[in-house]
């Protein structure tokens, strides 16, 4: 089945949501999915341009949203962000940690500036988002989802991607420890980790020879669409996983039960 039979229907009237890495890409299309459903959305990211881009783009659908800086290794920024959202929206409900960079080389040319720029990000930037957030759920006293979005390297690993790989399993663990520690505030924390997916980013190289040898050993034989993405985001963000909290939700064509 292809992604035309992904859709998952699902009703977030009433809950506010907000969506860091949002001004493009993976982001840009969660923060639709989340306002498609019916929740009011912050899109942040560290270009407010972008944001404003995808919040256009939400109002046009007939969707709420509302554009904000956030530069998720700034504390500062973090803090202004959730606070801002909370406030225009009255509280906060749906965080989905989005926000992730990549560095592509060997480790033994991986620079102390490459690791500090992709760990700050996909793993502090996560932390001080989620604290920020869950903070704001436990004193509007409601609970929430958080939604933290790993990658299947996080849980097997990949050559030349050691940084990533490393920020995202330590994602996975940091999913786990929220899970515990703010289940009592009914506060649920799950990873989904999406395998390849096809994107602006990348399909240049999915084109090449090395790319559509990659593709061949993903077991369904084709590159997941932000589409596949939306029923499982959703899932995660809504009642239907209620009692569902320090999971990882691969999502990646069979990846990871492909053979050695």
């Known amino acids: 089945m292809g992604a035309e039979g992904s859709d998952f229907h699902v009703s977030l009237a009433g809950r506010a949501a907000l969506v860091t890495g949002a001004s493009q890409g993976l982001g840009a299309h969660f923060a ?4 498609g459903a019916g929740a009011k959305v912050a899109v942040c990211a560290r270009s407010v341009a972008g ?22 290794t700034d504390p500062a920024s ?18 989905v940690n989005n926000a992730g960079i990549a560095t592509t080389k060997p ?5 102390e500036h490459d690791w500090d720029r992709v ?6 930037g996560a932390f001080l988002t989620a604290q920020a957030a869950a903070k704001a759920m436990i004193a509007a006293g409601k609970g929430g989802a958080i939604v933290n979005i790993a990658s299947i390297v996080g849980l097997r690993v990949a050559g030349q991607v050691a940084a990533y790989a ?14 515990l520690e703010w289940a009592r505030h ?15 980013f990348n399909r240049d190289f999915f084109a090449t020879e ?51």
């Open 166 to 179: 490393a920020s995202k399993a330590g994602l996975i663990q940091l999913t786990r420890a929220m899970a």
């Open 51 to 72: 944001c404003k881009k995808v919040v256009a783009e939400i109002a046009a659908s007939g969707g709420t949203a509302r554009a904000f800086a956030l530069d998720v």
């Open 210 to 260: 090395a790319g559509q040898a990659l593709i061949r050993r993903i077991p369904t034989r084709r590159l997941g669409t932000l589409d596949d993405l939306k029923g499982p985001l959703l899932f995660l963000a809504c009642d239907a996983s209620a009692y569902m909290t320090g999971a990882e939700l691969a999502v990646d064509g069979g990846h990871l039960v492909s053979s050695l």
């Open 186 to 200: 009914s506060i649920r924390a799950n990873a989904l980790c999406p395998g390849y997916v096809a994107t602006d």
């Open 78 to 95: 973090v803090a202004a962000a959730v606070a801002g959202a909370a406030d225009a929206f009255g509280g906060l409900d749906i965080l």
């Open 107 to 111: 480790l033994l040319d991986v620079s």
């Open 119 to 124: 760990v700050d990000t996909n793993l502090k």
């Open 32 to 35: 639709r999915t989340l306002a």
